[in-house]
């Protein structure tokens, strides 16, 4: 696809009922411009997926849409089967949605890690005094502390998703200034998501959280936290925010070891 095709694209995951950010075309781009495919048929768009390659050893899947009149008809495997060809011989991350995980599983090997769950609240309050705006930290040193949580490093992503419109993003810093926690709200198609959110300790995920809410005042919040870190649902569902969607994470190879206690909002469903 060209940039033009990714917006429509997720124009098409808006249609799913997946609430994707207004922006969130722009840096799922910048991710890896060569990641995402179109299903054509008689030159008409059927269907997309993408297959993000963030790294010589990490690529993750996503915005696999089929149109509805087109499913079933072995269109979506030859799609899905041209996405994961771009990945070559790397692990491939995905979020798969509850109906499809056993379809990844034997069609593609992937194998489940953790459920997502995601919770819908209400944005509002005060924000607290401790985090400061991400325009405060270096780009270089958030990008090395993304990397901690995730299977690799993204800073062409990351130099996007943190500088949309209608984005606004927080830290916590450490006395020496290192980032003990950071995260971003962006607006979507419908209210906001915060993502991601990572922190040291839930008293930090706890202090950004209250900071990106308070940018959404009396608009839904929305928060994706991996079910293993029984804190950040805790976080949720201590300011009155109720499970609305889930999501499987997957891998073809061996799952990452990742920080879990410290990621308590995931980024995005689409590209990880």
């Known amino acids: 696809m060209d940039r033009r095709e990714v917006e429509t694209t997720v124009n098409w995951a808006e249609q799913e009922g997946w609430n994707p950010g207004v922006h969130d075309a722009e840096a799922f781009y910048a991710a890896d411009p060569g990641g995402f495919f179109l299903a054509e048929l008689d030159g008409e768009p059927i269907g997309s997926v993408s297959v993000v390659n963030y790294s010589e050893t990490f690529a993750f899947a996503g915005l696999y849409i089929l149109k509805p009149e087109y499913r079933n008809r072995g269109y979506g495997s030859r799609l899905f089967a041209a996405g994961m060809a771009h990945a070559g011989d790397r692990n491939v991350g995905g979020d798969g949605v509850v109906a ?102 839930p008293q930090i995920a706890e202090e950004i959280f209250l900071a990106l809410s308070a940018q959404a005042v009396g608009e839904p919040v929305y928060l994706d936290t991996p079910e293993p870190n029984a804190a950040a649902v805790e976080l949720a569902r201590r300011h009155g925010m109720s499970p609305v969607f889930e999501t499987g994470r997957i891998y073809t190879k061996a799952i990452p070891d990742l920080p879990i206690s410290g990621i308590f909002g995931v980024t995005s469903f689409e590209l990880g």
């Open 100 to 201: 499809m995980q056993e379809k990844y599983r034997t069609r593609s090997g992937f194998r489940l890690a953790y459920r997502n769950i995601r919770f819908e609240g209400t944005g509002g309050g005060s924000e607290p005094d401790g985090p400061v705006d991400l325009d405060e930290v270096g780009f270089e040193q958030l990008a090395a502390y993304d990397a901690r949580h995730f299977p690799a490093p993204r800073p062409a992503f990351l130099a996007s998703w943190i500088r949309q419109e209608g984005t606004a993003g927080r830290a916590v810093l450490a006395d020496n200034g290192d980032i003990r926690g950071y995260g971003v709200i962006r607006r979507c198609r419908s209210g906001y998501k915060i993502g991601p959110l990572f922190a040291e300790t």
